[in-house]
């Protein structure tokens, strides 16, 4: 398995430009989970999928953001405008949900944001 | 009391130290527990799951203390590749079913 798969890597766009990070889970999970870590705050989530259902979005900081699961294989998170203080990296991660709780997460390498 | 403290560090240890991390959580109804390690600019990657009877791979020791709520884990003979940031993350048994990661703990292994 090719693991998760994030794209852009990097991206560098202008204040007020709409950015779009993209990510593939790994085949058979069933959640799905968009991290945003700086220095400052460290890993915070933004939100999780489970069966491609956004459950929790209360990380998500303001209605600048925005995520999607259209199917068990893709997900986007959209940033509308941007701003400066978006500047970070973005993660994914995926596990498994069985029973009571999630197995071990898996990140993707990232896309690294600079908002100028 | 936040969910899931680490000392942020940064341990600063010889090569061939031993270094010990603990990692306090806060919720009694936490079902498994990892240990992650991130390098400079890189993902979190899984190092080792934390069971309860305790377990080891290698160099590295990982135990879970329920009563007192804390896991920890041990990196004996450290080499200078051991240098990153340690995160812990504990997962709950039903509710929001949402991992939550520590800040992680900073070690540096110098020659």
């Known amino acids: 398995d090719a693991g998760v798969i994030q794209s852009p890597r990097h991206e560098v766009t202008e204040m007020g430009q709409e950015v779009t990070l993209r990510c593939k889970p790994i085949s058979g999970h069933n959640s799905l989970f968009w991290y945003r870590q700086t220095m400052m705050r460290g890993l915070e989530l933004l939100i999780y999928f489970n069966n491609n259902v956004p459950i929790d979005d209360s990380g998500m900081p303001e209605d600048r953001f925005s995520a999607k699961m259209p199917n068990a294989s893709f997900s986007t998170l959209k940033i509308q405008p941007s701003e400066p203080r978006d500047s970070a990296v973005y993660f994914c991660?995926?596990?498994?949900?069985?029973?009571?709780?999630?197995?071990?997460?898996?990140f993707g390498q990232g896309t690294r944001l600079t908002v100028v | 009391r936040k969910e899931v403290e680490q000392d942020p560090g940064p341990f600063n240890v010889p090569e061939g130290a031993t270094v010990a991390f603990n990692c306090t959580y806060s919720n009694s109804a936490s079902q498994s527990f990892f240990w992650y390690r991130q390098d400079c600019r890189k993902e979190p990657k899984l190092l080792m799951s934390?069971?309860?009877s305790g377990n080891e791979d290698g160099r590295f020791t990982a135990q879970l203390n329920r009563a007192s709520q804390y896991i920890s884990l041990l990196i004996r003979d450290s080499k200078l590749s051991d240098s990153a940031t340690y995160l812990c993350?504990?997962?709950?048994?039903?509710?929001?079913?949402?991992?939550?990661f520590g800040r992680g703990t900073s070690l540096i292994v110098h020659p």
């Open positions: 993350v504990v997962n709950p048994r039903g509710g929001s079913y949402i991992p939550t």
């Open positions: 934390v069971y309860s």
């Open positions: 991660a995926s596990s498994l949900r069985q029973g009571l709780g999630n197995t071990e997460a898996f």
